[in-house]
């Protein structure tokens, strides 16, 4: 099976930083990609920021010119680095990875974290 831990989060005043790490472990073949989504009680689980196999980068537009994804792949690590934070980013932050866990599975699966609270006081 496929792991994934979280950690970095907490609770940071509007305009600080936060950095999330996410470690993989576990039977993971192969990768497409790797992200990071959050979640309120109120809405869906939403898509913050993605980083590809090949190092492509994309993220939501409301966290655009904040937020940065990058990985490690000696640490099997991904990284959010959240700066300038607002009270509307608080949420419950998940990690992701689209995965293969066997040379015999023809298509990627998605796997989650369990999830940890970023807190934002305005």
């Known amino acids: 099976q496929v792991q994934l831990v979280e950690s970095g989060g907490g609770l940071v005043q509007a305009g600080g930083s936060l950095r999330l790490s996410c470690v993989t472990s576990?039977?993971?073949?192969?990768?497409?990609?790797m992200g990071w989504y959050r979640q309120t009680p109120e809405k869906q689980r939403d898509l913050v920021a993605v980083?590809?196999?090949?190092?492509?980068?994309d993220y939501a537009d409301s966290v655009k010119g904040r937020f940065a994804v990058s990985r490690d792949n000696a640490k099997n690590t991904v990284y959010l680095q959240m700066n300038s934070l607002k009270s509307e980013d608080t949420a419950i932050y998940y990690c992701?990875?689209?995965?293969?866990?066997?040379?015999?599975?023809?298509?990627?699966?998605?796997?989650w974290g369990q999830g940890t609270q970023v807190t934002v006081s305005s």
């Open positions: 992701n990875i689209g995965a293969r866990v066997s040379s015999i599975s023809s298509y990627y699966s998605d796997y």
């Open positions: 980083i590809t196999r090949g190092g492509y980068t």
């Open positions: 576990g039977n993971i073949f192969s990768w497409n990609k």
